[in-house]
Structure formats: structure tokens, C-alpha cells
């Protein structure tokens, strides 16, 4: 499988051969091992340091339930009638098929797959870029599409990509790719990164968003006993980055943000807050970023202030 997809979740893996994820984890540590492939944080990839990209068929059936879940809790961040940037991904092309429930909006985009979509949806424009198509994940690229985006200004942008550290930010496996990423990015006011548990902590060669002009992280709920993750999760919030993390059993609403873009947010004392939405605590160092006030308290007082 991984050398089919180029990288692999434990929990696919754990469904596909219909055993638990801990007898998983020690068979991947076993080949690891080996040298056939390498451990990431919730996964596993072709050994080689930087992964690969896989292409969108192999994408489409990695870590769905939490793709689900997340596009669920991203769309709760969309307001009728704003506009907003939405890059390529099979997570942001979920967060598309919701968003076509939401009336005035325009949406501007690169990716066929987004524009498929919301092409029926009611009181929904969808604005495409220029570019060059690419195949593999069915997104236009190039200086075509870079240049339809200048001059352009939207609420936000949602953005997906290959990994996420917060020492890099997100990332992706393919230099045209990225360069339209980084255009969407300029383009908005704040930017979510939308990215499950797998994508923590794998670096890839390309950087697109920048962790200091990361506004918020949607992600879904690590497995048990994965630290690395929760660590990285941590060390995302020490940055200023807003956690949601989404349940893979229930989707929610996401609440306001604090809409600081492009610079270092200032530094709070003690561990940033996490929202969680239909999900169970985390096991580990994550744990202490539960935010004590409740979300529609917390709504009420960012639209006050």
C-alpha cells in the first residue's frame, strides 16, 4: 500500500487488514526496521526523508472519516455572502460540497474539483483561476493562474497540502503547486489550514504557508499514544496558531478568528486553547490546550471585540 499511495494511514491500514491499530503500529515499526518504509506521526511513507506526492486516486481513500470531519468543521467558519479562496485537495474539495449549502458566497478557486462542486449550488459563484492544468490532483498551476489572482482580496483562504510541521509551516511535493498556494495565501485575509493527523510532523520540499501566517489549524483527533503529534499540535499552538480539532463521529461549527495574518501573533502565558468538536481529549501534552470557555461565549466575545 505505501508503495502504491507513497504514504498510509494507520488507521487504513488498520481497516484494511481488519486488525487494531496497535498490532499496526508494531508491524510498521517492524519494517521500518527493515528499511522498507519510513514511520510519520498516525502513518507511514517510502522511506527517503521527503515524501512523495500521491496522486488524487490514492489521495481521495487516505484518512476519510477525518477529511469528513474536518470539511465538517471548516464549513461552520463560512458566513453567508463572504468570499473566499479555496485551494486543491481532496479535504478542501469536502469542504466545497458543504460550502454549496452556504447562499452568497463567492468562492475562488483553482481546483476543477472545488468548481465540480458547487457548479449546481444555488446563490453560490464560483470564480476559477486562469493556468495550466495539472492531472494528477486536477488543479490549475502555473504563471496563468498566478497572475488571475493579483489584485485580489477575500475573508480567508482554505488550504490543504502534503505536510505540516510547525517549524516550516505546510507543505507540499510540487514546486507549480505550491507557487499557486502561495498566491491564494497573499490573497486573503486569514488562512486555515486544513490537514488530518497523518500530515503532522511529515515535511515535504516546498513550503506554502508559513507557520506565522497560519490564522487557524482544522485537524482531526491523533490516535492514542501518538505524542509526536500532540507534541507538534503544541508547538503549532506555542506559534499563535488557533486548534480545532474535529471528531471523526460528529462535525461542528468553528468559532471566530482572531484575524491577525502575516505577522507573529503576540505570545500568551500558559499553553493556547484547542476546540474540539465531537472528539474525545487528547492522551497526551495536547490535552492541557482544552479552552475552558464555551464556544458560544467565545463567539460572542470575538464579535464584540
Known sequence: MVRA??????????RVVQTSEVTVRRDVRALEAEGLLDRRHGGAVLPGGFTRESGFPQKSHLATAEKT???????????????????????????ARRLARVPGLTVVTNSLLVAQ?????????????GGTLRG??????????????????VSRAFLSGSGLTAERGLSTSNMLSASVDRALVQAAAEVVVLADHTK???DTMFQTVPTDVMTRLVTDEPPPHD???ATELQALADQGVQITVAGTAAGGSGAGMDGMQGRRRPRREGP???????????????????DPQPPDRRVADLRRR
Open 69 to 95: 470531519a474536518i470539511a465538517d468543521v471548516a464549513a461552520g467558519l463560512v458566513e453567508e455572502g463572504e468570499a473566499v479562496v479555496v485551494g486543491a485537495g481532496t479535504t478542501t474539495q469536502e469542504l
Open 5 to 14: 499511495n507513497g504514504a498510509v494511514s494507520l488507521r487504513e491500514l488498520a
Open 200 to 202: 503532522l510532523g511529515t
Open 117 to 129: 462542486a458547487l457548479a449546481h449550488a444555488n446563490r453560490v459563484e464560483v470564480v476559477m483561476t
Open 272 to 290: 493556547l486553547p484547542v476546540q474540539r468538536h465531537g472528539a474525545t481529549p487528547l492522551r497526551s501534552a495536547a490535552a492541557s490546550l482544552l
Open 227 to 229: 505524542d509526536r503529534a
Open 136 to 153: 494528477s490532483n486536477y488543479a490549475l498551476v502555473g504563471s496563468g493562474a498566478e497572475q488571475s489572482l493579483q489584485g485580489l482580496r
